[in-house]
């Protein structure tokens, strides 16, 4: 007689997974770890081929403004002995990561990678070495959802289908709204914080494209919404929170000065008009990133130092923090597992 057997559900999966093999990938933006023109010219080049696939940005202009971008940062970055850390910090979060998934199921391994859509080593080349994984996670080290982020991600998630790959490659997205990812910003935040009465905190986005050059609005996903949404959730939280003791808590804008409008209020003009009205003492918090880099740590001081705010505070962002590595554990565990 032919006796059956039915598996408990938590048994099926566990025998689905065994011996599996699983690649996450970790895509920053990328900065240029050196001083050298060739290093800067080259990650201005690839940055605006990379904005040039939703914005009209003719090639011979993109090249005259690398040429010039590699010269000015070469020269901005020798005088001030700056060096970006944001592929650095992406490499350490890459590694904290592989040790907080490292062990949590034997039948699993997980190789975990540093990526960058604009240095090397580049999405890419990444995502052509692991291939032969049995599943792919791409996770954009943004919080925002846009075009040139996740957006791209999931592009290229297209472009590595079966039989290429054992399985398609999945993006892991969404972070602008999710609950967890605040309660991770507001710890982070309030460890940090120093406010003193009558102090102010900005918290600060990578702005977005409003309207083109010739008034049109973007025909691209910008982000616009979601970081509007994020913001006004995020600034709720910390005026609600028992640790608060900000007077104010406002919303600004890192921006760019290519392409036509972009968001509002910018960085500068949000920290004049605090200037203005005498407030004293303001703490920054880069929360529309998940790593320091060029924008957070070198042009926001300048704009906080031109402000003639007298007292000024960065708050770092997440970086390779252990809430952090964290939270970005349990979303692999969720994708993983299907939750």
């Known amino acids: 007689m032919l006796s059956i057997t039915q598996s408990h559900p938590l048994s099926a999966f566990r025998q689905s997974i065994m011996h599996k093999r699983i690649a996450v990938i970790l895509a920053a933006h990328g900065e240029a770890e050196t001083a050298g023109f060739f290093d800067n010219f080259s990650m201005t080049r690839h940055t605006l081929a990379h904005a040039g696939e939703v914005m009209n940005l003719p090639v011979p202009l993109q090249l005259m403004i690398s040429v010039a971008g590699g010269l000015k940062n070469m020269v901005k970055f020798k005088k ?24 949590q199921a034997e039948a699993i391994r ?17 995502v052509e070495q692991v291939r032969d994984c ?27 289908l079966p039989p290429r790959v054992p399985s398609r490659p999945q993006v892991i997205s969404g972070f602008w709204n999710d609950p967890g990812l605040l309660n991770v910003y507001l710890d982070h935040l309030f460890m940090h914080a120093a ?5 102010a905190l900005v918290l600060a986005f990578h702005g977005t494209l409003e309207k ?48 036509g409008t972009w968001s509002s209020p ?13 407030i004293a003492s303001i703490e920054l918090f880069s929360c529309g990133y998940f790593s320091d880099g060029t924008e957070t740590m070198l042009n926001a001081r300048e704009h906080v130092v031109e402000s003639g705010i007298r007292k000024a505070a960065i708050i770092p962002c997440l970086n390779d923090s252990e809430p952090f590595a964290d939270y970005l554990a349990a979303k692999v565990r969720d994708a993983v597992t299907g939750a």
């Not at 997980?110 to 990444?126: L, R």
């Open 80 to 103: 001030k002995n700056y060096r970006s850390p944001q592929n650095r910090i992406t490499r350490k979060q890459a590694a904290l990561l592989a040790e907080k998934l490292a062990g």
């Open 110 to 126: 997980y190789d975990v990678h540093a990526s960058f859509f604009v240095t090397p080593p580049f999405v890419e080349q990444i």
């Open 134 to 160: 049995d599943m792919l996670l791409l996770i954009p080290m943004a919080p925002i959802d846009n075009r040139l982020m996740s957006g791209s991600l999931e592009i290229l998630a297209e472009r590595y």
């Open 195 to 199: 406010p003193v009465p009558g102090s």
């Open 212 to 259: 083109d050059q010739r008034g049109n609005e973007p025909e691209f996903q910008t982000g616009s919404k979601e970081i509007a949404t994020m913001a006004s959730a995020l600034r709720k939280a910390v005026c609600n929170d028992p640790r608060n003791g900000y007077e104010r808590v406002e919303v600004a804008y890192l921006n760019h000065d290519v392409g």
């Open 266 to 278: 910018s960085l500068q003009d949000m920290l004049k008009s605090l200037h203005r009205e005498s």
